[in-house]
């Protein structure tokens, strides 16, 4: 009986060993959707470090192919294919399905809301990523931060704003929550992808655009035909989103999810170093190559009606959303904090410099 029972056993063991040999032997395929077109600066470059650390660090076992916009042929489809399944993973931003959730927009930035340090601060320990989760919960989808630009520009425009009547019936490409308040002041917001916004401009189809910043607009070329650049206040902190479907995530064993989150963080934090870095090194090319461009800031009357109606629209959105109520209470909370912090710090720092230059 016992040269039975220790033959059973080791038979056991032999099972679970071959079987534990083949789950760590599987190899995963994935594919990912990118609203962004094949090599995309910045963004793309994302993408890329993140699905390259994943195959190393999971020894080959984890391989993530990059579809691109000319490929899937649908640059702001990437919630759909996600939530479907056809994709495992997507690289978008929040804010492009506010149509489908409005809360999905506030996951990405608000115009005068958090720098980038206040809004990871938020997402990773402020409670920011379990609000997502909850929204994306219902799609069957993941949503992780997937890189951030800092604080963008506030666009590229034909004719210089000089008052408030300068954005009555301007056609403006910018999406998200800052197209709601324009629209507030009488401008004709739309969201374009960003393989036909030098068309669309050139074209006169709009009137003026946001991007970016100089991290990826100088290479656009907007400079040629919009010469007015303008300082942002729409979004001082724009976070792209790394989708996933959570059926294929399940599916994975658990040292390969976390293989993935890993991946995803440190590609997304470096898409942030890497914006800094282009942002700086293009702003001086602007400013030294192409004289025509007058970089401006808005007048203060015109940033005090975009604050002010910015106000009101949240008002309004968490008055009619209890969801949204609980996301812009989360946010609001914690930026009060997160700012006081930023004063005493960066703000009171930089207030130095300029009186001990100003001095000199």
């Not at 939530?83 to 506010?98: F, I, V």
């Not at 401006?296 to 604050?307: G, H, R, Y």
């Amino acid at each position: 009986m016992k040269s039975k029972l220790k033959l059973i056993l080791a038979l056991l063991l032999t099972a679970c060993f071959s079987t534990t040999l083949v789950a760590a032997d599987k190899v995963y395929q994935w594919r990912l959707a990118e609203t962004w077109g094949p090599n995309f600066p910045i963004f793309g470059d994302t993408t890329k470090n993140m699905a390259k650390m994943v195959k190393e660090m999971s020894n080959g076992r984890l391989i993530i192919r990059i579809d691109s916009s000319n490929r899937h042929k649908s640059a702001l489809g990437i919630f759909d294919f996600v939530k479907n399944g056809q994709y495992q993973m997507g690289h978008s931003a929040s804010y492009y399905w506010k149509g489908k959730n409005i809360n999905t927009m506030f996951f990405t930035t608000l115009p005068f809301g958090m720098t980038t340090p206040e809004q990871y601060g938020w997402f990773y320990y402020g409670g920011g990523q379990e609000l997502m989760k909850e929204v994306y919960d219902q799609y069957g989808i993941l949503s992780f931060p997937g890189g951030n630009t800092g604080n963008q520009m506030g666009g590229w425009f034909r004719k210089e704003i000089n008052s408030l009547e300068d954005l009555k019936g301007l056609k403006m490409r910018i999406p998200g929550f800052a197209g709601e308040v324009l629209a507030e002041l009488g401008a004709k917001p739309t969201n374009i992808a960003s393989g036909e916004l030098y068309t669309s401009l050139e074209r006169n189809t709009i009137d003026a655009l946001e991007w970016v910043g100089p991290s990826l607009d100088l290479r656009m070329g907007f400079h040629k035909i919009a010469p007015y650049y303008y300082t942002g206040w729409h979004e001082p902190a724009t976070e792209l989103q790394f989708m996933v479907n959570q059926k294929a995530y399940n599916s994975l064993p658990a040292d390969l999810q976390n293989i993935l989150k890993v991946a995803m963080k440190a590609s997304a934090y470096d898409m942030y170093s890497q914006s800094m870095y282009e942002s700086a090194l293009n702003l001086a090319t602007i400013q030294t190559e192409y004289p025509n461009v007058k970089i401006k800031t808005f007048p203060e009357p015109v940033m005090q009606a975009l604050k002010q109606a910015n106000k009101k629209l949240l008002a309004e959105f968490s008055a009619k959303d209890p969801m949204s109520k609980k996301i812009l209470d989360s946010i609001h909370s914690y930026s009060k904090k997160a700012r006081a912090w930023t004063n005493f710090s960066d703000r009171a720092y930089l207030d130095s410099l300029d009186k001990i230059d100003t001095n000199k």
